[in-house]
């Protein structure tokens, strides 16, 4: 996720406890906070003459605007390491802000897909003889290339589709051909 693609997202979800957020999405929102916040603070000193102990009303309106988003993301990080949101509060104690750093900064659980990817079926022609060879394991889903070694004929392509079929079966349930 880049830059702006995160901040849009942010204020989008501007409530959103729920669901999940990558680390590039809480992070670069942080650099925007940090970098709105010098920008206000510079236009409080520069411009309305406030002194740089205080805060000046651009950058307290932008700090209220920031708030509650900076909330959400950080409550949808901590969802992505199988946490509860409510472990914000922990920052309230010293070490606690250390914590919750080295937790956004952990890389989140990988996301479950619920599809099953077809089956490559590649048919070669030499001689008559079909195999079977597994090219890859993704999320515990065994990938086959089924290799028909010959001109497909009705009986060696038929043979073929009802191996993958069992296999479909064994997979997902659903298999069309």
């Keep these: 996720m880049d830059f702006q693609t995160s901040i849009k997202t942010c204020f989008n979800k501007y409530a959103d406890f ?46 209220v605007a920031i708030i509650l988003p900076a909330i959400a993301v950080t409550a949808r990080r901590l969802h992505d390491i199988n ?7 922990i920052e309230l104690t010293i070490i606690g802000i250390l914590l919750i750093i080295i937790w956004n900064a952990t890389e989140g659980e990988k996301k479950k897909i619920n599809t099953v990817l077809p089956l490559k079926l590649n048919l070669k022609k030499t001689k008559h003889q079909v195999t079977e060879r597994p090219i890859s394991s993704l999320l515990g889903l065994q990938w086959v290339e089924w290799t028909c070694n010959t001109i497909p004929n009705k009986n060696t392509l038929k043979h073929t589709l009802n191996k993958i079929r069992t296999l479909g079966t064994k997979v997902s349930g659903v298999f069309i051909f």
Excluded at 28 to 38: A, E, Q, S
Excluded at 83 to 89: A, C, D, I, N, Y
């Design 18 to 63: 729920s669901g999940r957020a990558l680390r590039s999405e809480l992070w670069f929102f942080v650099l925007f906070t940090l970098l709105g916040g010098i920008i206000t603070l510079i236009l409080d000193v520069m411009v309305l003459g406030y002194s740089i102990e205080s805060y000046g009303p651009i950058n307290l309106i932008f700090t």
């Design 83 to 89: 946490k509860s949101g409510w472990w914000q509060l």
